[in-house]
């Protein structure tokens, strides 16, 4: 058990024995984030026989006297940290133990319920007296595509439909559905014609410099992590005029951006776009769709359901600081979304 006073690459050696879930969270996934949102990280690594088994980036988050921190990372999919599947209750206790001399609270989150690396470290905290505090941020919007597989899928309603728009859409111009390594530049400029970028201060954006694009352009640079980015672009006469951009861990694919030019949406591109990147995610052995939170009127016009919830949590070590944690539990509680509402 060590704190390296910087991102470890023990991350990347966790990640590859975590869940499929949480391949992700490699070294550069951490580095990206502080590259584009600031921080200086510390890493706890807890080893089994000589080998990483859990790898915890945190940075202080608010004045460093309070001893308050967080995982680093992107919002999307959500935040947390790499844990061997392996990895047993000791371990577990071994993290928590480190964690309380470094910090008095920790933030997790947002994240989904269910999060393993979550459960395992909350396991050990509640038995430890830890103080456990969460919020309702949103519910994700799930669709599973293993179920369609099995039925007929698309429907010849739906196919046809889609032929429909598809007609329709063909009249402006020459139509190229294309797959691969996000074009960031082409994405930002669809963000900045789309509704985010005209009726919003564009700072939720993911690919614009005003937006999230540092992040997202740092980590692409990431071999690893660039094969699991994929984009779905559809350009009109050369001109990319809608996007569809995955985040894809195994059989399970986060949609963490779509995005049209406002001029073509009568032709419904997003619904067009998706349906074909729903049939080459099956192609390719993609189960599960997972639409994080928000917008729920057309994901599940596409066939989505509610899935698990998403919670910011902060763990508070024993002490006079749970004392303060659990008088302020309303308030935190509160400053999340309603259950059943969308952030």
């Known amino acids: 058990m060590h704190c390296a006073p910087r991102l470890s690459e023990a991350l990347d050696a966790v990640a590859e024995r975590a869940p499929e879930r ?16 600031g921080g200086n990280a510390r890493t706890l690594v807890v080893e089994a026989a000589g080998i990483p088994v859990a790898a915890l980036p945190f940075v202080a988050k608010g004045p460093r006297w309070l001893g308050v921190a967080e995982i680093p990372g992107c919002y999307w999919p959500f935040r947390s940290f790499p844990v061997a599947e392996a990895a047993s209750a000791t371990a577990a206790d071994a993290l928590l133990g480190a964690l309380a001399r470094q ?7 947002p994240v989904q319920d269910g999060d393993p690396a979550l459960d395992w470290l909350m396991a050990a905290a509640r038995a430890k007296g830890w103080t456990l505090l969460d919020r309702h941020i949103g519910d994700s919007f799930e669709l ?3 179920a369609l597989a099995a039925a007929q899928w698309p429907s010849g309603a739906t196919l046809r439909k889609n032929r429909y728009f598809e007609k329709q859409i063909a009249r402006l111009g020459r139509l190229d559905w294309q797959w691969g390594a996000p074009p960031f530049d082409e994405l930002a400029d669809v963000e900045r014609r789309s509704w985010i970028g005209t009726r919003t201060d564009g ?7 005003d937006g999230h694009g540092a992040f997202w352009r740092a980590a692409a640079r990431d071999p690893a992590l660039a094969a699991m980015f994929e984009a779905a672009v559809l350009r009109i006469d050369g001109r990319a005029m809608a996007f569809a951009f995955r985040l894809t861990a195994g059989a399970r694919s986060h949609v963490i951006a779509n995005s049209y030019d ?7 591109p997003g619904r067009l776009l998706a349906y074909r990147d729903f ?3 099956l192609a390719r052995g993609v189960t599960n769709i997972d639409w994080g939170a928000g917008d729920s009127g057309y994901k599940q016009a596409l066939g989505a359901r509610r899935g698990a919830a998403l919670r910011d949590w902060i763990l508070v070590r024993p002490g006079p600081s749970a004392l303060v944690a659990q008088l302020l539990a309303a308030r935190w509680r509160r400053s999340g979304q309603p259950a059943g509402g969308q952030a």
């Not at 406002?262 to 419904?268: F, T």
């Open 203 to 209: 700072s939720d954006a993911k690919f614009t410099a």
């Open 103 to 109: 910090v008095r609270a920790l933030r997790i989150g």
């Open 262 to 268: 406002p001029a073509i949406a009568r032709h419904s």
């Open 279 to 281: 049939a080459r995610g």
């Open 144 to 146: 599973d595509l293993g």
């Open 22 to 37: 949480h391949r992700f969270l490699r070294h550069a996934w951490y580095a990206a984030a502080l590259q584009a949102y």
